[in-house]
Protein backbone atom coordinates (compact mmCIF):
# COMPACT_ATOMS: atom_id res chain seq x y z
CA UNK A 1 0.00 0.00 0.00
CA UNK A 2 1.09 3.14 -0.89
CA UNK A 3 1.84 5.86 1.69
CA UNK A 4 -0.61 9.43 0.89
CA UNK A 5 1.01 12.32 1.15
CA UNK A 6 -1.36 15.66 2.10
CA UNK A 7 -3.32 17.19 -1.08
CA UNK A 8 -4.43 20.79 -1.83
CA UNK A 9 -7.05 22.36 -4.25
CA UNK A 10 -6.06 25.73 -5.33
CA UNK A 11 -8.02 27.16 -3.75
CA UNK A 12 -6.97 25.72 -0.31
CA UNK A 13 -3.26 27.13 -1.43
CA UNK A 14 -4.14 30.31 -2.63
CA UNK A 15 -5.71 30.63 1.12
CA UNK A 16 -2.53 29.57 3.11
CA UNK A 17 -0.82 32.21 0.55
CA UNK A 18 -2.76 34.57 1.51
CA UNK A 19 -2.80 33.72 5.53
CA UNK A 20 0.86 34.05 6.71
CA UNK A 21 -0.81 33.85 10.21
CA UNK A 22 -0.63 30.13 8.94
CA UNK A 23 2.81 30.03 9.86
CA UNK A 24 4.19 27.90 12.76
CA UNK A 25 5.58 30.12 15.21
CA UNK A 26 5.94 28.02 18.72
CA UNK A 27 9.24 26.28 19.00
CA UNK A 28 8.11 23.04 20.56
CA UNK A 29 10.88 21.37 22.76
CA UNK A 30 11.76 18.56 20.98
CA UNK A 31 13.21 16.54 23.73
CA UNK A 32 11.53 15.09 26.53
CA UNK A 33 13.14 15.05 30.23
CA UNK A 34 12.82 12.00 32.84
CA UNK A 35 13.83 13.06 36.32
CA UNK A 36 15.26 9.38 38.12
CA UNK A 37 15.11 9.36 41.48
CA UNK A 38 17.86 6.75 42.30
CA UNK A 39 21.48 8.11 43.56
CA UNK A 40 24.04 7.14 41.63
CA UNK A 41 28.00 8.62 40.48
CA UNK A 42 27.70 10.85 37.29
CA UNK A 43 29.11 8.10 34.66
CA UNK A 44 26.77 5.60 36.21
CA UNK A 45 23.95 8.15 35.79
CA UNK A 46 24.81 8.23 32.09
CA UNK A 47 24.88 4.87 31.70
CA UNK A 48 21.54 4.00 33.11
CA UNK A 49 20.12 7.25 30.31
CA UNK A 50 22.38 5.83 27.48
CA UNK A 51 20.51 2.14 28.18
CA UNK A 52 16.93 3.46 29.23
CA UNK A 53 16.80 6.41 27.41
CA UNK A 54 19.37 8.61 24.91
CA UNK A 55 21.56 10.36 27.73
CA UNK A 56 21.96 12.45 30.57
CA UNK A 57 20.34 15.72 29.88
CA UNK A 58 21.27 18.47 27.13
CA UNK A 59 20.00 21.51 27.67
CA UNK A 60 19.91 23.85 24.43
CA UNK A 61 18.23 26.96 25.79
CA UNK A 62 15.95 28.51 28.78
CA UNK A 63 13.21 26.60 27.29
CA UNK A 64 14.54 23.42 28.03
CA UNK A 65 16.03 24.52 31.12
CA UNK A 66 12.00 25.23 31.86
CA UNK A 67 10.66 21.75 30.79
CA UNK A 68 13.61 20.15 32.54
CA UNK A 69 12.79 21.68 35.72
CA UNK A 70 9.16 20.55 35.60
CA UNK A 71 10.75 16.96 35.65
CA UNK A 72 12.54 17.36 38.81
CA UNK A 73 9.72 16.91 41.42
CA UNK A 74 11.65 15.88 44.75
CA UNK A 75 12.18 18.74 46.32
CA UNK A 76 14.70 17.19 49.13
CA UNK A 77 17.23 17.07 47.11
CA UNK A 78 20.25 19.69 46.94
CA UNK A 79 21.54 18.91 43.53
CA UNK A 80 20.62 16.52 40.35
CA UNK A 81 23.11 15.53 37.63
CA UNK A 82 22.95 16.55 33.94
CA UNK A 83 25.22 15.71 31.33
CA UNK A 84 27.55 18.27 31.60
CA UNK A 85 31.67 17.58 31.47
CA UNK A 86 34.31 19.02 31.69
CA UNK A 87 37.11 18.01 28.71
CA UNK A 88 39.80 20.09 29.40
CA UNK A 89 39.67 21.81 25.74
CA UNK A 90 38.76 25.84 25.77
CA UNK A 91 36.69 26.42 22.84
CA UNK A 92 34.71 30.13 22.25
CA UNK A 93 31.02 29.90 22.99
CA UNK A 94 28.45 32.24 22.67
CA UNK A 95 26.12 32.48 25.40
CA UNK A 96 22.83 32.61 23.55
CA UNK A 97 24.42 28.75 22.73
CA UNK A 98 24.62 29.70 18.94
CA UNK A 99 27.44 27.90 17.17
CA UNK A 100 30.63 30.40 16.59
CA UNK A 101 30.51 30.27 13.04
CA UNK A 102 32.04 33.78 12.23
CA UNK A 103 35.12 35.85 14.04
CA UNK A 104 35.94 38.97 14.01
CA UNK A 105 38.94 39.69 16.13
CA UNK A 106 41.74 42.28 16.43
CA UNK A 107 45.48 41.56 15.28
CA UNK A 108 47.32 39.35 17.85
CA UNK A 109 43.78 38.16 19.43
CA UNK A 110 42.76 36.08 21.38
CA UNK A 111 46.52 35.94 23.07
CA UNK A 112 46.03 34.85 26.26
CA UNK A 113 44.51 31.40 27.48
CA UNK A 114 43.66 32.41 30.77
CA UNK A 115 41.31 35.34 29.21
CA UNK A 116 37.75 33.90 28.99
CA UNK A 117 35.78 36.41 27.60
CA UNK A 118 35.24 38.90 24.84
CA UNK A 119 34.68 42.93 24.45
CA UNK A 120 34.03 44.42 21.50
CA UNK A 121 35.42 47.71 20.30
CA UNK A 122 35.69 49.43 16.84
CA UNK A 123 33.96 46.36 15.08
CA UNK A 124 36.74 43.85 16.32
CA UNK A 125 37.18 41.23 19.25
CA UNK A 126 39.69 41.18 22.05
CA UNK A 127 39.87 39.10 25.03
CA UNK A 128 39.69 39.84 28.73
CA UNK A 129 39.79 38.39 32.03
CA UNK A 130 36.64 37.25 34.12
CA UNK A 131 38.17 40.31 36.97
CA UNK A 132 37.68 43.30 34.43
CA UNK A 133 34.61 45.55 34.30
CA UNK A 134 32.96 46.76 31.12
CA UNK A 135 29.41 48.09 30.08
CA UNK A 136 27.98 45.34 27.66
CA UNK A 137 25.03 45.28 24.94
CA UNK A 138 22.22 43.14 25.41
CA UNK A 139 19.76 41.60 23.16
CA UNK A 140 16.67 42.56 23.85
CA UNK A 141 12.59 42.35 22.64
CA UNK A 142 12.22 46.15 23.60
CA UNK A 143 13.49 47.67 21.24
CA UNK A 144 12.26 46.42 17.77
CA UNK A 145 14.24 48.55 15.57
CA UNK A 146 17.45 46.90 16.25
CA UNK A 147 16.94 44.24 19.02
CA UNK A 148 19.91 45.63 21.17
CA UNK A 149 19.81 47.47 24.22
CA UNK A 150 23.31 49.56 25.50
CA UNK A 151 23.41 48.61 29.69
CA UNK A 152 25.34 52.12 30.76
CA UNK A 153 26.64 50.08 33.79
CA UNK A 154 29.62 48.37 34.41
CA UNK A 155 29.63 44.87 35.23
CA UNK A 156 31.91 41.71 35.19
CA UNK A 157 31.05 39.43 31.98
CA UNK A 158 29.11 37.00 34.43
CA UNK A 159 26.87 39.80 35.92
CA UNK A 160 26.07 41.03 32.40
CA UNK A 161 25.00 37.81 31.47
CA UNK A 162 22.76 37.53 34.60
CA UNK A 163 21.30 40.91 33.96
CA UNK A 164 20.55 40.46 30.05
CA UNK A 165 18.68 37.39 30.98
CA UNK A 166 16.97 38.71 33.47
CA UNK A 167 15.77 41.81 32.18
CA UNK A 168 16.14 41.48 28.15
CA UNK A 169 17.11 37.90 26.07
CA UNK A 170 21.28 37.25 26.57
CA UNK A 171 24.08 39.37 25.54
CA UNK A 172 24.40 40.32 22.18
CA UNK A 173 25.36 37.19 20.24
CA UNK A 174 27.15 38.50 16.11
CA UNK A 175 26.62 35.16 14.09
CA UNK A 176 27.79 36.98 10.95
CA UNK A 177 29.61 39.88 9.02
CA UNK A 178 26.21 41.78 8.91
CA UNK A 179 25.13 41.58 12.62
CA UNK A 180 28.95 42.25 13.49
CA UNK A 181 28.45 45.34 11.26
CA UNK A 182 24.97 46.27 12.82
CA UNK A 183 25.89 46.05 16.19
CA UNK A 184 29.20 48.40 15.28
CA UNK A 185 26.42 50.88 13.19
CA UNK A 186 24.22 50.62 16.65
CA UNK A 187 27.34 51.60 18.73
CA UNK A 188 28.33 54.31 16.43
CA UNK A 189 24.80 56.07 16.62
CA UNK A 190 24.28 55.57 20.32
CA UNK A 191 27.35 57.25 20.88
CA UNK A 192 29.05 54.84 22.69
CA UNK A 193 32.80 55.28 23.07
CA UNK A 194 34.12 52.70 25.33
CA UNK A 195 34.45 49.06 24.62
CA UNK A 196 31.93 46.92 25.65
CA UNK A 197 31.23 42.97 26.38
CA UNK A 198 29.89 40.35 23.61
CA UNK A 199 28.33 37.10 24.78
CA UNK A 200 31.06 35.22 23.73
CA UNK A 201 33.11 33.21 26.17
CA UNK A 202 35.17 29.89 26.25
CA UNK A 203 34.96 26.96 28.17
CA UNK A 204 35.83 23.41 28.43
CA UNK A 205 32.35 21.87 29.03
CA UNK A 206 31.02 19.16 26.63
CA UNK A 207 27.84 17.16 26.68
CA UNK A 208 27.59 13.85 26.96
CA UNK A 209 25.42 13.03 24.18
CA UNK A 210 28.22 15.11 21.60
CA UNK A 211 25.70 18.25 21.03
CA UNK A 212 26.81 21.14 20.13
CA UNK A 213 24.89 22.75 22.45
CA UNK A 214 26.32 26.00 24.21
CA UNK A 215 24.21 27.13 26.74
CA UNK A 216 25.00 27.48 29.61
CA UNK A 217 23.43 28.25 33.13
CA UNK A 218 26.15 28.10 35.80
CA UNK A 219 25.27 30.14 39.35
CA UNK A 220 27.78 33.40 40.30
CA UNK A 221 31.43 32.47 40.14
CA UNK A 222 30.61 28.57 38.86
CA UNK A 223 31.74 26.63 37.73
CA UNK A 224 35.16 26.93 40.50
CA UNK A 225 36.96 24.11 40.10
CA UNK A 226 35.33 22.06 42.62
CA UNK A 227 34.71 19.17 39.87
CA UNK A 228 34.20 18.22 36.41
CA UNK A 229 30.52 17.54 36.09
CA UNK A 230 27.70 19.94 36.40
CA UNK A 231 24.92 19.63 38.48
CA UNK A 232 21.28 21.78 38.85
CA UNK A 233 21.04 23.31 42.37
CA UNK A 234 17.70 22.50 43.05
CA UNK A 235 16.55 25.55 45.12
CA UNK A 236 15.65 28.68 42.94
CA UNK A 237 16.42 29.79 40.27
CA UNK A 238 17.78 26.32 39.69
CA UNK A 239 21.26 27.41 38.18
CA UNK A 240 24.36 25.22 37.67
CA UNK A 241 26.80 24.32 39.84
CA UNK A 242 30.36 21.51 39.06
CA UNK A 243 31.34 19.23 41.47
CA UNK A 244 33.17 15.69 41.88
CA UNK A 245 31.77 13.09 39.55
CA UNK A 246 31.78 10.84 42.31
CA UNK A 247 29.15 12.47 43.89
CA UNK A 248 25.79 10.21 44.40
CA UNK A 249 23.09 11.96 43.20
CA UNK A 250 19.46 11.83 41.34
CA UNK A 251 19.88 12.67 37.23
CA UNK A 252 18.02 13.64 34.52
CA UNK A 253 17.81 11.64 31.84
CA UNK A 254 16.43 13.07 28.24
CA UNK A 255 14.73 11.21 25.20
CA UNK A 256 15.67 12.93 21.95
CA UNK A 257 12.22 13.45 20.19
CA UNK A 258 14.02 13.30 16.21
CA UNK A 259 16.04 10.10 15.75
CA UNK A 260 18.36 9.74 12.59
CA UNK A 261 17.38 6.41 10.40
CA UNK A 262 20.48 5.37 8.52
CA UNK A 263 18.46 3.66 6.16
CA UNK A 264 19.16 4.43 2.52
CA UNK A 265 15.71 4.72 1.48
CA UNK A 266 13.74 6.99 -1.22
CA UNK A 267 11.64 9.92 -0.01
CA UNK A 268 8.10 8.10 0.05
CA UNK A 269 10.31 5.10 1.35
CA UNK A 270 11.25 7.27 4.42
CA UNK A 271 7.97 8.58 5.18
CA UNK A 272 6.43 5.20 5.43
CA UNK A 273 9.28 3.94 7.71
CA UNK A 274 8.35 7.06 9.49
CA UNK A 275 4.66 6.73 9.66
CA UNK A 276 4.60 2.63 10.85
CA UNK A 277 7.65 2.86 13.17
CA UNK A 278 7.30 6.70 14.23
CA UNK A 279 5.33 9.32 13.88
CA UNK A 280 6.32 10.99 10.84
CA UNK A 281 9.36 12.63 8.73
CA UNK A 282 10.57 15.84 10.61
CA UNK A 283 9.22 19.19 10.28
CA UNK A 284 11.53 22.05 10.88
CA UNK A 285 9.37 25.05 11.72
CA UNK A 286 11.80 27.21 13.74
CA UNK A 287 15.91 27.80 14.16
CA UNK A 288 15.64 25.71 17.43
CA UNK A 289 14.44 22.39 15.98
CA UNK A 290 16.90 22.80 12.62
CA UNK A 291 20.12 23.17 15.79
CA UNK A 292 18.45 19.72 17.14
CA UNK A 293 18.33 18.29 13.12
CA UNK A 294 22.17 19.64 12.85
CA UNK A 295 23.02 18.00 15.90
CA UNK A 296 21.52 14.61 14.61
CA UNK A 297 22.78 14.52 10.84
CA UNK A 298 26.28 14.40 11.67
CA UNK A 299 26.06 11.08 11.94
CA UNK A 300 24.48 10.37 8.91
CA UNK A 301 26.06 8.21 6.20
CA UNK A 302 24.52 9.91 3.55
CA UNK A 303 25.62 13.69 2.27
CA UNK A 304 22.18 14.59 2.90
CA UNK A 305 19.31 13.49 5.10
CA UNK A 306 15.64 13.40 3.91
CA UNK A 307 13.18 16.36 5.69
CA UNK A 308 8.80 16.23 5.92
CA UNK A 309 9.26 18.74 2.96
CA UNK A 310 8.06 18.48 -0.26
CA UNK A 311 7.24 20.77 -3.60
CA UNK A 312 3.53 21.39 -4.58
CA UNK A 313 4.56 21.57 -8.26
CA UNK A 314 1.88 23.87 -9.77
CA UNK A 315 1.80 26.59 -7.09
CA UNK A 316 5.83 25.92 -6.65
CA UNK A 317 5.03 26.26 -3.38
CA UNK A 318 7.16 24.21 -0.64
CA UNK A 319 4.79 22.24 2.26
CA UNK A 320 5.26 20.59 5.13
CA UNK A 321 3.61 17.77 5.77
CA UNK A 322 1.15 18.52 7.94
CA UNK A 323 0.45 21.03 5.42
CA UNK A 324 2.30 24.11 6.82
CA UNK A 325 4.31 26.45 4.44
CA UNK A 326 7.73 26.95 4.55
CA UNK A 327 8.01 29.87 7.39
CA UNK A 328 11.45 29.54 9.00
CA UNK A 329 13.59 29.18 6.08
CA UNK A 330 17.45 27.02 5.88
CA UNK A 331 17.98 26.80 1.94
CA UNK A 332 21.20 26.24 0.67
CA UNK A 333 21.88 29.06 -1.94
CA UNK A 334 19.93 28.05 -5.58
CA UNK A 335 17.30 25.83 -4.16
CA UNK A 336 13.84 26.49 -2.47
CA UNK A 337 13.34 29.60 -5.05
CA UNK A 338 13.45 29.19 -8.27
CA UNK A 339 10.84 27.34 -10.02
CA UNK A 340 11.09 23.42 -9.72
CA UNK A 341 10.83 21.27 -12.88
CA UNK A 342 8.69 18.51 -12.04
CA UNK A 343 7.96 17.06 -15.67
CA UNK A 344 10.18 14.31 -14.91
CA UNK A 345 10.23 13.49 -11.00
CA UNK A 346 8.87 15.26 -8.31
CA UNK A 347 11.02 17.06 -5.80
CA UNK A 348 11.45 16.62 -1.67
CA UNK A 349 14.09 18.24 0.78
CA UNK A 350 16.37 17.38 2.28
CA UNK A 351 18.91 18.56 4.67
CA UNK A 352 22.75 18.15 3.95
CA UNK A 353 24.75 15.92 6.50
CA UNK A 354 27.83 18.34 6.20
CA UNK A 355 28.85 21.90 5.68
CA UNK A 356 26.30 24.38 7.41
CA UNK A 357 24.09 21.30 6.99
CA UNK A 358 21.25 23.63 4.59
CA UNK A 359 18.24 22.26 2.91
CA UNK A 360 18.21 21.04 -0.45
CA UNK A 361 15.90 20.30 -3.17
CA UNK A 362 16.74 16.93 -4.61
CA UNK A 363 14.84 13.52 -6.75
CA UNK A 364 12.17 12.35 -4.48
CA UNK A 365 13.97 8.71 -5.79
CA UNK A 366 17.13 9.56 -4.05
CA UNK A 367 18.28 7.06 -1.43
CA UNK A 368 18.99 8.69 1.56
CA UNK A 369 19.53 8.55 5.24
CA UNK A 370 16.11 10.35 7.32
CA UNK A 371 15.31 11.93 10.53
CA UNK A 372 11.64 10.69 11.73
CA UNK A 373 9.82 12.64 15.01
CA UNK A 374 8.82 10.40 17.57
CA UNK A 375 6.09 12.05 19.16
Not at 85 to 95: N, P
Not at 298 to 303: D, F, G, I, R
Not at 353 to 359: A, E, F, L, T, Y
Amino acid sequence: MGVSTPMFSYFEVRDVVKNRALCSVSESVQRQYHFINVTKNWTEAQRYCREKYTDLATVDNMNDMNELNKSVNDERREYVWIGLQKTGVDEWQWASGDPVLYQNWAPGQPNNGNEKFAVMENGQWSDWSCSHTRHFICNSSNNANTGLVFVNQTMKWSDAQSYCRQNHIDLVSLRNQNENQQLQKFINESLISVDVWIGLFRDSWQWSDQSDSLFRYWRYNEPSNDGNCAVIIHTAPREWNDVPCSDQHPFVCHEDKLILIKEKLTWSEALRYCRQNHVDLVSVHSEEIQRRVMNVVKQASTEAVWLGLHNYCCMNMWLWLSGEIVCYQNWAPGNGVEPEDCRLEKRKGAVQSGGDQRWISLPETHKLNFICSRY
